[in-house]
């Protein structure tokens, strides 16, 4: 899968729910690895903010991003727009805002969904780099008893669970199973707030521009007409005579679980905040903007701490190249050989896998007693997978070699010794030129890195 952008810009304008100003916000294309940046082109010099999980700064009622270098720029209210990006797929996205938050707009994501179908999606010379959840992944809250669960999946889907002691909203489900179905399913669902909760939130200069239009507003305990006359004169919108509990929208819930599927819409647009598209199941229970980021946090330490995952290795699945096509693509022979089989190629990238048996050869006196691989011999396996790459690239490759120019940046990082099994990546970091490939190579033993390098090899025809 490709990375991609927007194929042109789009504009979006409305008043912000915060700070009840009209705002505009430009969603531009970007480069390949540029992920979501928002700039401030309202402020001195133009911040930018990365939209990544160690820039949120404040959770109520909405995600909060600030430069780390300039406290200044700040955009809040941003998981409606994040979400409709991720859902579709988009990797990269520059946002120029005039204003500390995204527009409300109608305070679900549905209008930022119909704006990308409409100027499109454009693929770029980028493979996707996914999170790939391998192990369950777990975060609570025991204040709030609010926890979120991370599973292994083949997508990115959700189950989440909502509830309130209130006998209007008490207890909702709402589950996604694939992206396909955001724009249908969950784009169009709103954000909620109770009666009850909107005079301290407007206490606090937190719902200046909310209304009626942009959010579900629930009546759940019983007030009296001037104490709601009061709250409708405090936010600037009509008086409601309220007769019963209940939802006091002009707009009729789009579903009946709307608040459920809302907070599942936040959880995608936090869950974004990672940086990385997740190929991983999440059972969400009571989420908010405070867990969900907690969870996207824990993720971005895990990957700070190795930024490369370990590739995927089910040993029940055929190998691409078994050891007789390896032999046939590759001069090397025993006991050079040092590559078993082959279980991933893309078009800038590949796999591959060393069993290392007590029965090697070099073990006999690397060394007697203390068995350990030689890193030179784990640097020659990387290069024959990488060999594979560029070989698979060209007709008839059993008639050509490639050979080493240049071997940089060689790090061994732990040992391997018999029975592990060694996990080859190797990508192009630059696109074949006049027969030199350019690649980065990693070698990994379960999901740590034991040693990594980065080659320049040609491609040479034999005699």
């Not at 905040?273 to 824990?298: D, E």
Request: glycine content about 6%.
């Amino acid at each position: 899968m490709k990375q991609c952008t927007l194929n042109s810009a789009f504009t979006l304008s409305g008043k912000g729910l915060h700070t009840g100003v009209h705002i505009t916000a430009k969603f531009c294309p970007a480069e390949v690895n540029t992920g979501y940046v928002f700039k401030r082109v309202d402020l001195e010099g133009e911040p930018t903010i990365e939209a990544v999980a160690e820039n949120v700064v404040e959770t109520t009622r909405g995600t909060v991003i600030a430069s780390r270098i300039n406290k200044d720029a700040r955009v809040s209210t941003i998981e409606h727009g994040l979400a409709a990006l991720y859902a579709l797929g988009i990797d990269n996205c520059l946002i120029e805002v005039n204003a500390p938050e995204l527009p409300i707009l109608d305070g679900s994501a549905i209008e930022f969904v119909k704006k990308i179908e409409e100027v499109g999606i454009a693929k770029q010379d980028a493979d996707k780099d996914y999170y790939v959840v391998k192990q369950r992944i777990k975060v609570t809250d025991p204040n709030t008893g609010s926890s979120l669960i991370m599973l292994p999946d083949d997508e990115f889907s959700i189950d989440t669970m909502i509830e309130f002691n209130s006998p209007v909203l008490n207890n909702q489900f709402a589950s996604l199973d694939t992206m396909k179905n955001f724009k249908e399913e969950i784009a169009s669902c709103r954000t909620f707030v109770f009666v009850r909760e909107i005079m301290p939130l407007v206490q606090l200069n937190l719902i200046k521009g909310g209304d009626l239009d942009n959010a579900i507003v629930i009546y759940d305990s019983p007030m009296k007409q001037e104490e709601l006359d009061q709250l409708a004169d405090a936010m600037g919108v009509s008086r409601k005579s309220v007769s019963e509990l209940g939802y006091l929208n002009n707009k009729p819930l789009s579903f009946h679980n709307e608040p459920a599927r809302h907070k599942l819409l936040d959880l995608i647009g936090d869950l974004s905040l990672i940086g990385r598209p997740v190929k991983g199941r999440i059972i969400a229970t009571r989420p908010g903007h405070t867990i969900n980021t907690k969870l996207s946090k824990k993720i971005r330490k895990d990957l700070r701490a190795q930024n490369v995952q370990a590739p995927v290795y089910d040993p029940n699945i055929e190998p691409i190249y078994d050891t007789n096509k390896i032999r046939k693509m590759l001069p090397h022979r025993y006991p050079f050989l040092l590559i078993d089989k082959v279980i991933e190629v893309g078009a800038n990238y590949i796999v591959g896998v060393k069993n290392v048996s007590g029965n090697e050869p070099f073990f006999q006196g690397h060394f007697p007693g203390e068995p350990v691989m030689p890193g030179v011999l784990q640097v020659e396996a990387m290069a024959q997978v990488g060999g594979l790459l560029v070989l698979g690239q060209v007709e008839d490759p059993d008639q050509y070699s490639t050979y080493f120019m240049k071997i940089d940046n060689v790090k061994f990082r732990q040992k391997v010794v018999p029975g592990d099994t060694l996990i080859f990546h190797l990508s192009l970091m630059t696109p074949i030129r006049r027969g030199c490939a350019v690649m980065k190579g990693y070698a990994f033993v379960g999901e740590k890195i034991v040693s990594e390098a980065e080659f320049m090899a040609q491609v040479v025809k034999n005699k």
